[in-house]
Nanobody
Framework: QVQLAESGGGLVQAGGSVTLSCVVS??????????VSWYRQVPEKQREFVAF???????KYADSAKGRFTIFRDNARKTVNLQMNSLKPEDTAVYYC???????????WGQGTQVTVAS
């Protein structure tokens, strides 16, 4: 059964940085070979796209993330990470990773990790 798990969230001061990680299970999936997206959600709002890394490692970012966030693969740990710099209070949200590891238009979500940016 496919499972995604996020980690790395927490409380950070405005202007600070945090790196989130997403691991896809089972470990037979090669995190270096699947596309993964990061989304975020705040209460009473729709989940919104943050960043994407494709099979060929092409990347896309939401306008709010451009220049501050970087999505990248950690080949050694088989994770897809989201490095977030220059954080703002409005970046406070639960961050989720999302993937369609089989390429069958069947997407899986992790449980989310909370990022809180204090002003």
């Amino acid at each position: 059964q496919v499972q995604l798990a996020e980690s790395g969230g927490g409380l950070v001061q405005a202007g600070g940085s945090v790196t989130l990680s997403c691991v896809v299970s089972p470990s037979t999936f090669n995190a270096n070979a699947i596309a993964v997206s990061w989304y975020r959600q705040v209460p009473e709002k729709q989940r919104e796209f943050v960043a994407f890394i494709g099979v060929d490692s092409n990347t896309k970012y939401a306008d709010s993330a451009k220049g501050r966030f970087t999505i990248f693969r950690d080949n050694a740990r088989k994770t897809v990470n989201l490095q977030m710099n220059s954080l703002k209070p409005e970046d406070t949200a639960v961050y989720y990773c999302n993937s369609d590891p089989y390429g069958l238009q069947c997407y899986y979500w992790g449980q989310g990790t909370q990022v809180t940016v204090a002003s």
